[in-house]
């Protein structure tokens, strides 16, 4: 069973910076994809990024040109820095990855980022 495992989450004020990390359990050899998602109270789980092992990244449009996503497959491990936080960025963010060839996700336990303004 793989686990991920996150760190990096706080509180910050508006216009600050916070990086997030998440690191599997198992090497990131078969794991095709690993991302990034949020979830504000009362509203949908979105993405905010993701990445496959070879570097294509994706970014959702709420976050584009503030955060940037990255892994370090030798570590198992890919971060989220985020600059320029806004409150509308407050969430409880959650990490997951897939594996090739497979279409079941795997979910972090998730870490809260609070924003204030």
């Known amino acids: 069973q793989l686990r991920l495992v996150e760190s990096g989450g706080g509180s910050v004020q508006a216009g600050g910076s916070l990086r997030l990390n998440c690191t599997a359990s198992?090497?990131?050899?078969?794991?095709?994809?690993m991302g990034w998602y949020r979830q504000a109270s009362g509203k949908e789980r979105d993405l905010v990024a993701s990445i496959t092992y070879g570097g294509t990244v994706d970014y959702g449009s709420a976050v584009k040109g503030r955060f940037t996503i990255s892994r370090d497959n030798a570590q198992n491990t890919i971060s989220l820095q985020m600059n320029s936080l806004q409150s509308e960025d407050t969430a409880v963010y959650y990490c997951?990855?897939?594996?090739?060839?497979?279409?079941?996700?795997?979910w972090g336990q998730g870490t809260q980022v609070t924003v204030s303004s």
């Open positions: 198992r090497p990131a050899l078969n794991i095709k994809t």
């Open positions: 997951n990855a897939i594996y090739s060839g497979r279409s079941y996700i795997h």
